[in-house]
């Protein structure tokens, strides 16, 4: 398969939801490959299809660290039925070149999906780790959510952006979240 362009913020189509997948065709598998292609290649945790201009619910994720070896992961579909606790880490984005800052994270999170084969799985990430923010991070970019939505402070976020001559926070855009604000404010 191959690398794709990956579409920088400030793009539309970013902000678009994406639309279900209703059959794991060859299509959709060539779409998994050319993200894992496009994703190993620009060094990314993980890529969302709107990334390379496709508005289908997939993502991949392959949050393996030398501490914890983890297989490259394929969601298809995805749904987050069960999310606890909170978390701020510093999140990074590939249509979002070398701009990195706080964001606002559920600690733990359980994803059913389909896998490359279209059936169905649970799996949990917990503690806060590479993988349980990255499984929110690509699950935002199918609702058209981005990880400046949801950062912590909205004037640091800005001026991150604009040292990387990205468009501004939209601020009619920052999510807050009751639930997660509420746990947040527990720890
Ligand atoms: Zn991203």
């Keep these: 398969m191959s690398v794709k362009k990956v579409l920088t913020y400030g793009e539309k189509l970013l902000r678009e939801p994406s639309k279900e997948v209703y059959k794991v065709s060859k299509k959709i598998k060539d779409l998994v490959q050319d993200l894992f292609d496009t994703m190993y290649t620009k060094n990314g945790v993980g890529l969302a299809a709107p990334q390379i201009g496709v508005n289908y619910r997939v993502f991949v994720i392959d949050a393996s660290t030398e501490k914890e070896p983890l297989p490259p992961m394929v969601f298809i579909n995805p749904k987050i039925i069960k999310k606890s606790g909170a978390v701020i880490a510093q999140e990074g984005c590939l249509s ?69 001559h990205l468009p501004p926070v939209e601020a009619d855009r920052i999510i807050e979240d009751p639930i997660l604000e509420a746990e947040l404010n527990n720890d």
Excluded: W
């Design 96 to 164: 979002f070149p070398e701009a990195f800052t706080d964001v606002k994270r559920y600690k733990n999170v359980t994803v059913k999906a389909l896998d490359i084969h279209g059936k169905s799985f649970v799996m949990e990430a917990v503690d806060g780790s590479l993988l349980a923010i990255a499984i929110q991070h690509e699950f935002d970019h199918l609702e058209g959510i981005l990880f400046i939505d949801r950062c912590v402070n909205r004037f640091d976020a800005d001026n991150v952006l604009q040292k990387h």
